[in-house]
């Protein structure tokens, strides 16, 4: 016998009109609309970073957990996780790199095109953390440059989410140019990147 | 029955004076002879029909820094898979030179094991095919297990000294 049951009877409307995002700044006539090609170009980028997960240890289960239905990382435009370097726009190193992995970690930021952003999770891709020892990378920023650090060991997907905010942020404001101006060439070639 | 006792009294009828320091902690015989005779004695515990020793568990290193002319201990388990006993043999060498002869024809096991204890505490086998090392980044240019050194990263500037309780 079948009960009497019912799902969603109670009509809920949006608190706030839902948009996807706000358009930038810019003139609006009849028919058209006049911004610069950075901001344009800046907000398509932001809203679909495809992440690669560089998961070495328990910060990478804490990022199974983001990627879940729960905190849910696709809706800030990066349900496309991809294990190909070439495709991807944000390395997200996460765990303990020891020093042998190095060179690998390095070969896959090499691998990824321009623009590339990157984003050290948890006290160990920062800083070593609790490994202050001689078979651990002491941070990631001495191999590779790191655009955001979320501190926490491991980090809660929450405070991931944050630096995953913070890396829209920055890629957003990006100037078209920055990549190939004189003070970024500077920064590659610190680490030995031409 | 194999027991320790007879095990001990194999050894000395072989080897005399030669060999030493018996102790059984935990129950496990435990001897050491000179650094020159490790081969003689590791082949005799394998050839002689009564003992058996035909498997090589384990060999690793230990570095006592206050034991002058015996700074390096190499240690060698052994068990005979028949009877089910274990025993432990040591040897102790000089830190300024630290050759040991290798026991890679006797024991193939001892092969990346060697490699290790090279690679953790440079002990030199002396005959070893392929003495490199196994474990760390090959640009490592000193033994990290050896504790004249920091167990920390000697290169990291960025710690303050102080906050990590080491002021």
Redesign the interface.
Known sequence: MGRPVQFNVHKKPLETPYTITEAPAGHTGQGFFATKLDDVVGLARKNSIWPLPFATSCCGIEFMALMGAHYDLARFGSERVSFSPRQCDLLMVMGTIAKKMAPIVKQVYLQMAEPRWVLAMGACATSGGVFDTYSVLQGIDQIIPVDVYVPGCPPRPEAVLDGFMRVQDLVGKESLRRRNSERYAELMKEYGIL | MLTNDFIKNKLVEKFGENVSDFSEPYGMLTFSSPKELNLKVLQFLYDNEELKFRFLTDMCAVHYPDNKGKELAVVYHLHNLIDNIRIRYKIFTDISKPDIFSATALYSTANWQERETFDFFGVNFVGHPNLKRIM??DE?DYF?MRKE?P????K?I??DDEM?GRG
């Open positions: 760390n980044a490592m990290p050194y167990l920390e990263d000697p990291r960025d710690k990590f």
